[in-house]
């Protein structure tokens, strides 16, 4: 053993822990523990449970710690204050569940630690990159042009969409963004619908546009664009469109958007975080008809496809746009045949969150995934149709998708059967807003609930409203 006789105190603390097989053992019988409970877990912390994160306060010790009682540390102080976004009822903001085999997948990824800036960093990553653009491609019906970069989430991906949009409408009109900048620049002129996500609009003021610069687009009573409102395009035209809005789940009507946008050699970017997966299943894909005319595409893996979190996709057509707005000095290395990851993301260094994509992904197969995306449509149906039935909730959308939208008598009996619901506990859901009136917004985005889930959350909605008005 003449090799460990060098060792630091903290290399052999570390080497032991590593040879300790109760470490990795152990947080995988936690992480199962975990997971099989999770239909009986609180969706939400208890107060207890949060309070009691104050365990957490304390100095960076001095001395090293034992990894063992650290997980147990961990498992025991840190999981009484998870959300149950794994669970299903959990139909907060607009999320997502994971699979086990893209759990499992990640797992293993981690014990890899795959950097995947570059194919020599990772041959594996790089090639699982490169099979699942072809799947996303075929998945949505996109051009075999189109190139996947994979990042961290819709925000990211949005904003690398918009960037190549920005370096192309500027290209076109003869500034080189990455050499000149946009100090004296061109003006560009961004176009999108009052009902864009907030992500858009900070993407857009992190590219320098400016939100004063916006010419918003009137929207119908959904929540999509209405065409007609879009005003006339031209080549410095960026026009955001919205395959999924995040609060009824509309789409903009792409197909009579798309073949006038780009006649006017304007750049179309969609923000479909969740929507976009409409296209996956044969009864929800005409939503998305006329997609595949857009420019660039942002999707996310941790909503509607239920992988694991930290999972978005910049899809682009351009792939010269793409790889020049993320990377000034690298036009020339997209000529190599092989994937190198960074030059389709911001980042350079990235984990392998490409690892739990591709696994979703084959593990549902096509049918699979059309099962799943469906039964998400099927799912927030049903939940719409009864509630509709209980007096004193109304629904306020065309349930296209998996969104539900709830309203009660008034704002004020609205916002405190949000609170009830969400105290009551079987069941996690947000409030929002409307069109100016305070709603529920219901979310429908994990493969694990079933009808029964859809009968207790309302059974807890119409228990929640009772408890309200006799408040009242
Ligand atoms: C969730 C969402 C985003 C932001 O996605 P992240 O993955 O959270 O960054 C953008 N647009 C829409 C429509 C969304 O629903």
Redesign the pocket.
């Known amino acids: 053993m003449s090799e460990t006789n060098n060792l630091s105190n903290i290399q052999q603390k570390l080497l032991n822990e590593r040879h300790d097989d109760t470490l990795i053992n152990k947080a995988v019988a936690y992480a199962k523990d975990y997971v099989d409970e999770i239909k009986e877990r609180a969706v939400f912390p208890s107060k207890v449970a949060i309070d009691k994160l104050s365990i957490f306060d304390e100095q960076l010790a001095i001395e090293p710690c034992e990894a063992n009682g650290l997980i147990d540390f961990l498992n025991t102080h840190g999981a009484p204050a998870t959300t149950g976004i794994m669970g299903s009822r959990y139909f907060g ?2 999320n997502g569940g994971a699979t086990p085999a893209g759990l499992a997948a990640k797992v293993l990824g981690t014990y890899w630690d795959q950097n995947t800036a570059l194919n020599i960093l990772s041959p594996i990553c790089a090639k699982l990159e490169t099979v699942v653009e072809q799947w996303l491609q075929q998945l949505f019906n996109l051009s075999n042009k189109t190139v996947a970069g994979y990042v ?7 904003f690398c969409g918009l960037a190549a949009a920005r370096f192309r409408q500027l290209n076109n009109v003869g500034w080189n963004l990455n050499e000149q900048g946009l100090f004296n620049a061109p003006n560009l002129r961004i176009i999108t619908g009052k009902h864009a ?4 609009v900070k993407v857009i003021s992190l590219l320098g546009f400016g939100k004063n610069n916006i010419e918003w687009v009137d929207v119908d009573k959904q929540g999509s664009i209405i065409p007609e409102a879009i005003p006339a395009l031209d080549e410095s035209s960026i026009l955001i469109l ?5 609060n009824s789940g509309s789409f903009d009507p792409f197909d009579k958007i798309c073949t006038k946008a780009k006649a006017a050699n304007a750049w179309i970017h969609i ?5 976009l997966w409409a296209a996956a299943s044969k009864q929800l894909k005409h939503l998305t008809k006329g997609i595949a005319l857009a420019d660039s595409w ?1 999707v ?1 893996g ?2 509607t496809l239920n992988t694991p979190y930290d999972c ?1 996709i910049v899809l682009c057509k351009d792939e010269e746009a793409m790889v020049t707005a993320l990377h000034a000095e690298g036009a020339y290395i997209i000529q190599s045949e092989e994937r190198d990851g960074m030059f389709y993301t911001p980042e350079m260094s990235r984990r392998s969150r490409i690892i739990e994509l591709w696994a979703t992904l084959k593990n549902l197969g096509q049918q699979g995934l059309d099962e799943m995306i469906l039964g998400l449509h099927k799912n927030a149906l049903s939940f719409a149709t009864a509630i509709s039935k209980i007096d004193g909730f109304t629904v306020l959308n065309e349930v296209v998708f998996n969104q539900v939208i709830v309203k009660c008598a008034n704002d004020d009996l609205t916002k405190r059967v949000t609170q009830g619901i969400q105290q009551h506990g079987v069941c996690w859901v947000g409030g929002s807003t409307w069109f100016g009136e305070a709603v529920i917004r219901v979310s429908i985005c994990s493969w694990l609930t079933t009808e029964a889930d859809i009968v207790k959350t309302v059974s807890s909605f119409e228990h929640c409203l009772k408890k309200a008005q006799i408040k009242n």
């Open positions: 903001f607009v961290s989430g819709t925000s990211t991906a949005n996500h907030s992500s858009i919205q395959a999924g809005n995040v923000d479909g975080a969740f929507g942002a996310d941790h909503k978005g």
